[in-house]
Structure formats: C-alpha cells, structure tokens
C-alpha cells in the first residue's frame, strides 16, 4: 500500500547537523500522521518526532529545540532536521506513515516502516 524509503544521514561529529528524508510510494487515500522513529543498539525503537497533515508536530524531549520534522504532501515527503547532535542520537532511524487505503478509507489505519538509515554522531 505504502513504501517508505530513507535518505541522507550518515557521519556527524558533536554538534554537528545531518539531515534524513523519506519519500512515500505507492497508492493510498490519504497519509495523516508521518515520523521519525529511532532505534540505538541494545535499546528499543523510541518516537522522536511526529506531524500531521496540517503540520502539527510533536518531539520527544531529548531532541527539543534541536531537530525538526517537516513535510511537504505534494511529494510525499517527510524529513528531520538535526541540529546541535550529540552522541546519544547515534541510531537507525526509521520513517513511519499512517494511512488509509483506498477502497476503505474510513478503516482501520495502516501502519508503514522503511528500512531504517544510519545516524552516527561520533568524534
């Protein structure tokens, strides 16, 4: 129903700034909520950062005043500035969509992941 594919991030030192972008594929009624989900080794997958379609947002503490998430619906697209890095946001960050097909829209919503691209922040 919907793809989710990751882009950018890679090697930042403290401090730093990187970028990860997501761009959606395939059909769909509509995308209400898209994110950014983070996973460090050993921990579990936490929330970072959320916006609707409207572009309400919301962040996890830890990355407030930092990073921020932006969408442009025209693209399908999905993106997180990351500013200020610091080595604790070292993760594989997942892009998270969901929405609602096509043929029920009005159902349950559906749940889309990518694959998940790399962020490390290291000197």
């Known amino acids: 129903q919907v793809q989710l594919k990751e882009s950018g991030g890679g090697l930042a030192q403290p401090g730093g700034s990187l970028r990860v972008y997501c761009v959606a594929s395939?059909?769909?009624?509509?995308?209400?909520?898209m994110g950014w989900y983070r996973q460090a080794p050993e921990k579990g997958r936490e929330l970072v950062a959320t916006?609707?379609?409207?572009?309400?947002?919301n962040y996890v503490d830890s990355v407030k005043g930092r990073f921020t998430i932006s969408r442009d619906n025209a693209k399908n697209t999905v993106s997180l500035q990351m500013n200020s890095l610091k080595p604790e946001d070292t993760a594989v960050y997942y892009c998270?969509?969901?929405?609602?097909?096509?043929?029920?829209?009005?159902?349950?919503?559906?749940?889309?992941w990518g694959q998940g691209i790399q962020v490390t922040v290291s000197s």
């Open positions: 998270n969509a969901r929405s609602r097909g096509i043929i029920r829209p009005t159902a349950v919503e559906n749940v889309s």
């Open positions: 395939g059909r769909w009624f509509s995308i209400d909520t």
């Open positions: 916006i609707t379609t409207d572009g309400s947002t």
